[in-house]
């Protein structure tokens, strides 16, 4: 992802650690400063697409560069996130009066952060201009009355003046009608490469392989597509694109674990664990499937199974450090 982004926080441990999470979420572009000074120099010099920043740096706070960004034309809907370990009702008025775009308690977990990121992205896919709605809206009143080539002409001229993931998008929903799967492709992965949590593009994708006769493919995108509403707290979409996934592959773990894990969710422990047990009989070395039952059982205080579980995980995978800490309570 070309998306750059700037991370501030005068703890160097959380700032590396905020790294590592955007370079494994993808982004290429990634700048780490420990002073809201260095980051307003850097904003003033450089395109940003995400800001997230401490709430407490030394002398300009996260709190005041937000305020000075607000009060510029160049960054007043510029994305920008806040962090604190505590966020009082106070802190919470200020920073919404402020203009934040959202708040994440420190120290940051990658669930939340997926999350937050996740609600960016879906609506920096929105197209904003009034202009641009509107050619939407043509080209797609063009699309519903089966008039496929002007549709895209009006479409293409959006991407050629600004590029948006649905467009794109939209684009390969026409592809797909016209059977052109391989421009479909093209057109998805596009929308895909604007914006990585774009769900529905990478659904269609899956859907797409899955008429291809590709299941390897069309299991990874669905799969994606399912791990992302997930992470947006979008169960029932997520759920659905999961039996996606069994139909086309019944072999699979990943999707009996994620259901597993949204069954969990929901509190249905006793379903959780049939989705869990599957995943294990597709593939009886999942430590990452051991860990979730152990964790369950313990929930359940069901300490006997626990044990079994959570024992059996580190032998798969003795970096579980958690667990093994837990075993030998146990």
Not at 61 to 89: C, E, V, Y
Not at 273 to 290: C, E, M, R, S, T
């Amino acid at each position: 992802m070309n998306d750059p982004v700037i991370l501030i926080d005068k703890d160097s441990d959380a700032l590396e650690f905020l790294k590592n999470f955007f370079k494994t979420c993808g982004y290429k572009d990634i700048k780490g400063v420990q002073t809201g000074e260095a980051a307003w120099s850097l904003l003033q010099d450089n395109k940003f697409n995400l800001v997230l920043s401490a709430w407490d740096l030394y002398e300009l706070s996260g709190l005041n560069l937000l305020k000075i960004l607000r009060r510029d034309s160049r960054f007043w809907n510029i994305p920008f996130f806040l962090t604190k370990s505590d966020f009082s009702k106070e802190d919470v008025i200020r920073a919404g009066q402020a203009g934040v775009s959202g708040l994440i308690v420190a120290p940051c977990n990658e669930e939340n952060l997926l999350s937050k990121i996740s609600s960016v992205s879906e609506d920096r896919s929105k197209i904003e201009s009034l202009e641009m709605s509107k050619k939407l809206n043509q080209g797609l009143s063009l699309v519903e009355a089966e008039d496929y080539e002007n549709g895209l002409k009006v479409l293409c001229e959006i991407v050629n003046d600004s590029e948006s993931a649905e467009v794109y998008y939209n684009i390969g929903y026409i592809k797909t009608l016209q059977e052109k799967y391989s421009e479909a492709v093209e057109a998805f992965k596009m929308a895909t490469a604007i914006d990585r949590m774009h769900a529905k593009a990478y659904k269609a994708l899956g859907e797409i392989y899955s008429r291809m006769g590709q299941n390897e493919m069309a299991e990874k995108y669905l799969q994606k597509a399912a791990d992302i509403y997930l992470s947006s707290q979008k169960d029932q979409e997520a759920e659905d694109v999961l039996n996606e996934v069994i139909k086309i592959k019944p072999d699979t773990q990943n999707a009996y674990n994620s259901l597993g894990v949204l069954y969990r969710k929901k509190g249905d422990n006793e379903k959780a664990l049939i989705f869990y047990k599957k995943a294990l009989k597709v593939q009886p070395d999942g430590a990452h499937v051991y860990y979730n039952i152990g964790k369950l059982y313990l929930y359940l205080k069901d300490f006997e199974k626990a044990k079994h579980y959570i024992k059996r995980a580190v032998e798969l995978n003795p970096g579980y450090d958690d667990l093994a800490a837990i075993l030998k309570k146990l």
